[in-house]
C-alpha cells in the first residue's frame, strides 16, 4: 500500500504516477482521482476522460521502458565487474552512457539515476579499481 500524505486541503496522496510525471491523488469525499502535477504542458481534463485502455497502453510502455532499463543497468553492472581489461575510464565512460540512455528513456530524472544508481556503480568501480 503506498504511503498516504497531505497533498492540498482537500486531497490525500494516494500514489505516484511516473509515466506522465504526475502525482495521483484521492478525494476524500468523492474517491475520484484527480492528478495533481507540475507539468504545465499537460492538460488534466484529458488525463481524467483518459479511457481505460489508453491508460493501460501507457503503463505497459513505462513498464517495459523499466524492464529495459534494468536489463541495461545488469548488463552495465556485469560488463564492468567481468571485464578485466577496462580501465577505469572506460568504466565511467559506460555508466555515463548508461545515464543518458536512462534520462533518454525517462527525462528530467537525472537525479533519480543519481539517487538509485550512481551509488551502486560507484561501490564497484571502487571495489573493482580500488580506488574512491
Not at 550512481?118 to 571502487?126: D, E, G, V, Y
Request: include cysteine; aromatic fraction near 10%; charged fraction near 25%.
Amino acid at each position: 500500500m503506498a504511503p498516504r500524505g497531505r497533498l492540498s486541503f482537500n486531497l490525500w496522496y494516494t500514489g505516484i504516477c511516473t509515466t506522465q510525471g504526475l502525482v495521483f491523488a484521492t478525494a476524500i469525499k468523492g474517491r475520484k482521482a484527480v492528478p495533481q502535477g507540475y507539468r504545465g504542458d499537460i492538460i488534466f481534463a484529458e488525463l481524467i476522460s483518459m479511457s481505460d485502455e489508453d491508460r493501460a497502453a501507457l503503463i505497459a510502455q513505462e513498464n517495459k521502458m523499466i524492464r529495459r532499463l534494468r536489463f541495461l543497468v545488469e548488463l552495465t553492472f556485469a560488463t564492468i565487474a567481468q571485464d578485466h581489461s577496462m580501465t577505469l575510464e572506460q568504466a565511467w565512460e559506460h555508466v555515463q552512457a548508461l545515464k543518458s540512455a536512462a534520462v533518454t528513456m525517462f527525462p528530467g530524472k537525472e537525479q533519480t539515476f543519481d539517487l538509485v544508481y550512481l551509488p551502486r556503480f560507484s561501490r564497484l568501480l571502487a571495489e573493482r579499481f580500488r580506488a574512491n
